[in-house]
């Protein structure tokens, strides 16, 4: 490339002063030189700039971003800039090469190494260039993947030269990203078009397998391509909100996202029925009914019943799922479904298909998460609220993997409004103990147990389904012996996410100690279906926390997600903290369904393997005494054929109770008679048990 370009009237700078002016050591310099092209119109050259210290390309190149022969050979622009590096290094000179084609801002130590491996790069399509005033002549480029750099130009010319050619970069790649996604949009459409449009018999119909492959999964791709522009997009929104000198608007570009005709109907609830390779497998779509929500509303309770515990068996019921290997017939349903589908859908509008559902009600997934009781009894022996609150820690990390039964990804039945779930858990005393013990822990131990004789701590557990819209469950658990309980509400609410599903976890449950006096307030991760057109799995994601307003103690849980690329599944990392001291008392990482690693502040370590922790048999009464609405019973048929493997009969019973479900709703908005939950009373936003042990104590 050229050392210096020519002026607009034939003169300009020669290349001995760039080059000399480019050996300038002082923050911000740069090469002295003219700017060629002067009054050169388009996006890769500054109009009306005369003079300055960077060099631009000559103005047959820079007039439009591909050159004259549909290639852009040089530089837009480069020169030295100062580039912010940290606060022990500050300010250093860099050479930066604007690439107006590839849309990067990259950097070399110095010029005579910018045919090497750039030191760095920047993308700057949807980036925000702003002006600074930190400092004399700096700009800040913050590129849409968080990315940040601050620069110092030789003076105001300079920088604004700088300035203008990155936004006009950053304009171009934002329209043109723009462009290609209503192109690909637009093909995406006459794929589904062309598909749908074969005829129902012969050797190629609209419901053949790789057709049916190709429509889902495009959809999904471009649904997915569409959220990451969007993302995008809101992220340059942000940036040019909170930086000095926001962007002019016209620069935030939009994409609508995919619209088609058959999505608009299945999110109004107007698409009666999917074809599918099956007659017998159907999907219904149903407007504003919860996700599954089925069986018949009971008419209002006349209150509590009570739960004669000594009606309780242990529970001898398989807890293994099959694997969902996906059948050729539902994979059509799968697919079909999911071509239909509209990226960040509510899944509750939607009817999930019998063959994806686990033998179990949510409800019950609940108490199956309270398997190791004796962790959490052990809470309240602990001696001090270091102790405790570490104590619960290791309970709520151990709780997720046998909750979940592993990683495999089925869905357990929707509870309907009314639906309710009763279970109990014999602990022995002698597995109850503090896992870090104090040195006057033990005695106390021992003294608790001689004051009473029982063998076994007694822990009862009640959910109930309380709402339709939103879908909320509710449940319940204490220990009278130990004076402890939890109280939890959670909403739950599913999402399409492309190739996954995502259902947040709203609510919180909180832990109470009333021997101590102490609440801890927790609340619960998000959950992930992933792969859901081969081998399902699930993830757990999000950030949770714990805290204990009493003792300043608190706890945060950050359930990781799998990385695009690499990286390990089901990590968890957590910190607890004492916050009036600022004192970090534990850390934990680990997997939620492996091993977890506690190390404390006092050095030591403690190793949890929770797929070798006891499992605690839940104890709960024979269908033959449970009552109409009682989880195991109300769903007792579909339980039972989907054991067999008979989905069409276990579809056929769902759709029974679907349709008395939806009677008895009728019934009630007809007569104008809200529904009253039979165990819990709502309290603000949240929900209480009628009758907690803190009320009754």
């Avoid at 602990?382 to 990804?409: D, M, N, Q, S």
């Amino acid at each position: 490339m050229e050392r210096a370009a020519q002026g607009a009237d034939g003169g300009g700078g020669s290349n001995s002063s760039s080059r000399s002016s480019s050996r300038a050591t002082s923050a911000g310099s740069s090469p002295s030189c003219s700017l060629a092209g002067r009054g050169i119109s388009g996006r890769s050259a500054v109009a009306g700039l005369g003079g300055g210290g960077s060099r631009s390309s000559p103005g047959s190149v820079a007039a439009s971003p591909s050159g004259g022969d549909g290639r852009r050979r040089e530089p837009a622009l480069e020169g030295v800039l100062s580039k912010y590096t940290n606060l022990l290094q500050g300010w250093q000179n860099r050479y930066f090469v604007l690439d107006f084609e590839a849309g990067l801002l990259q950097y070399f130590v110095n010029e005579q190494s910018k045919h090497q491996k750039p030191r760095g790069a920047l993308s700057l399509s949807g980036a925000i260039v702003s002006l600074s005033d930190e400092a004399p002549h700096m700009l800040v480029v913050y590129s849409a993947n968080g990315e940040m750099y601050k620069l110092r130009a030789a003076d105001a010319k300079e920088k604004q030269l700088w300035v203008t050619q990155l936004r006009a970069c950053a304009k171009y790649h934002m329209e043109t990203n723009s462009k290609m996604m209503n192109q690909v949009e637009g093909q995406q459409k006459n794929l589904v078009h062309a598909i749908e449009s074969l005829p129902g018999s012969g050797p190629l119909t609209a419901l053949d397998q790789d057709l049916l492959l190709l429509k889902a999964t495009s959809a999904a791709t471009l649904s997915c391509l569409g959220e990451c522009f969007n993302l995008l997009q809101q992220s340059v929104h942000q940036v040019g909100q909170s930086s000095h000198k926001p962007v002019a608007s016209e620069n935030i570009l939009g994409w609508p996202g995919p619209k088609s005709h058959s999505t608009e109907q299945l999110k109004n609830g107007t698409f009666g029925s999917l074809p599918s390779a099956s007659a017998n497998i159907t999907w219904a779509i149903v407007p504003n009914t919860a996700e599954d929500e089925q069986a018949l509303q009971p008419e209002p309770n006349s209150g509590p019943e009570l739960v004669l515990s000594e009606d309780e068996k242990s529970d001898t019921e398989d807890k293994e799922e099959a694997e969902l290997g996906v059948m050729e017939d539902q994979r059509s349903v799968i697919l079909h479904l999911i071509s239909q589908l509209k990226l960040g859908m509510d899944l509750t509008k939607v009817v999930l298909p019998t063959f994806i559902l686990e033998k179990r009600s949510l409800l019950e997934m609940y108490a199956d998460f309270m398997a190791h009781p004796d962790l959490l009894l052990a809470v309240t022996a602990g001696a001090t609220p270091e102790e405790r609150v570490i104590c619960f820690v290791e309970y709520y990390l151990t709780a997720f993997h046998e909750g979940r039964k592993g990683a495999l990804a089925k869905k357990p039945y929707n509870p309907i409004i009314g639906e309710t779930f009763h279970c109990s858990w014999e602990v022995p005393r002698d597995r109850v103990k503090p896992k870090r013990t104090a040195p006057h822990s033990p005695s106390s131990q021992e003294h608790l147990i001689a004051e009473e004789p029982a063998e076994s701590y007694k822990l009862r557990f009640v959910a109930e389904q309380v709402s339709h819209h939103p879908p909320i469950s509710c449940f319940y658990c204490e220990c009278k012996e130990k004076r402890l309980c939890i109280n939890t509400h959670v909403w739950t609410k599913s999402k399409f996410m492309g190739m996954s599903v995502g259902v947040s976890m709203i609510g919180e449950g909180v832990l109470r100690l009333l021997e101590h006096g102490e609440e801890y307030v927790f609340t619960l991760p998000s959950a992930y279906a992933r792969s859901i057109l081969t081998i399902p799995w699930v993830e757990l994601g999000g950030k949770v926390s714990i805290n204990c307003a009493k003792t300043g103690y608190s706890a945060t849980v950050i359930f990781h997600t799998k990385p695009f690329y690499g990286g390990k599944v089901h990590r968890v990392t957590a910190e607890v903290k004492h916050n009036p001291t600022n004192t970090i008392v534990c850390k934990v990482h680990g997997e939620w369904n492996g091993t977890l690693e506690f190390t404390y502040n006092n050095g030591e370590t403690k190793v949890v393997d929770t797929t070798t922790l006891p499992v605690c048999p839940k104890k709960i009464r024979p269908l033959e005494k449970q009552g109409p609405m009682e989880s195991r019973n109300l769903w007792r048929e579909v339980t039972r054929y989907l054991r067999l493997g008979d989905i069409d009969a276990a579809t056929e019973q769902k759709r029974r109770l679907e349709d008395k479900q939806r009677m008895e709703e009728r019934k009630r908005e007809n007569l104008r008679t809200p529904w009253q939950p039979k165990y819990f009373i709502q309290e603000g936003d949240g929900w209480v048990y009628f009758n907690p042990l803190w009320k009754a104590h």
